[in-house]
């Protein structure tokens, strides 16, 4: 692992060949092997796989009594995605590239100090589920209940509220709706090169 002026580390336990950038900080994290985490990153409460890379500037948090943010093998977060597991979980598949400025909420609500606003929109709940091989555009916001089954993919800046997206569809907009089915042979060749 190279290491480098890397300011808070509590609890983590890291695979061969990871590589830290300046200034991140790591609480109760489990990385696989050759992870990049990219600079001023802030993450706890995660577990993340093998051959993975986290552009700088990326929040994961989940609570520390919670079930822990899971990414799978060979994703790529780019920079600027936030992401918080404090009202339920949330599992991020295999081969998931989400662009930058993404948002990952599994609670939305207005909170206890507005009384009005809470009682009439009560803070919702809900875990968030990526598919292996999806792809989310820049500045989506995954909305807690989103379900998104194995290759979809999220236009830039579109709203994913709760819903259960087909497997190889492109969605977009706001909120998003269907655009098209991808081609399934396609597909098929590109999985089995892996």
């Not at 983590?12 to 985490?37: A, D, E, R």
Request: charged share 20%; hydrophobic share 40%.
């Amino acid at each position: 692992m190279e290491e480098q002026k890397l300011f808070s580390q509590v609890n983590v336990k890291l695979g061969q060949n990871c590589t830290i950038s300046p200034f991140c900080s790591l609480k109760n994290v489990v990385l696989g092997n050759n992870v990049i985490i990219g600079d001023w990153s802030n993450l706890s409460n995660v577990i993340i796989g093998d051959n993975t890379k986290i552009g700088r500037n990326t929040v994961l948090y989940s609570a520390e009594n919670g079930k822990p943010i899971k990414i799978g093998k060979k994703c790529w977060l780019s920079y600027g995605v936030f992401a918080e597991g404090t009202g339920d979980k949330i599992e991020i598949g295999d081969y998931v590239v989400i662009a930058h400025s993404t948002k990952i909420l599994t609670s939305s609500g207005p909170g206890e100090n507005s009384p009005i606003m809470n009682a009439l929109y009560p803070k919702e709940t809900a875990p968030i589920i990526i598919g292996n091989h999806s792809w989310i555009g820049a500045g989506c916001v995954l909305l807690p209940g989103a379900f998104l089954e194995e290759g979809v993919v999220c236009g830039a800046n579109s709203l994913i509220p709760k819903w259960e997206y087909a497997a190889w569809t492109v969605y977009g907009g706001t909120p998003a709706k269907f655009l098209k089915k991808l081609d399934m042979n396609k597909v098929a060749l590109e999985k089995n090169k892996l």
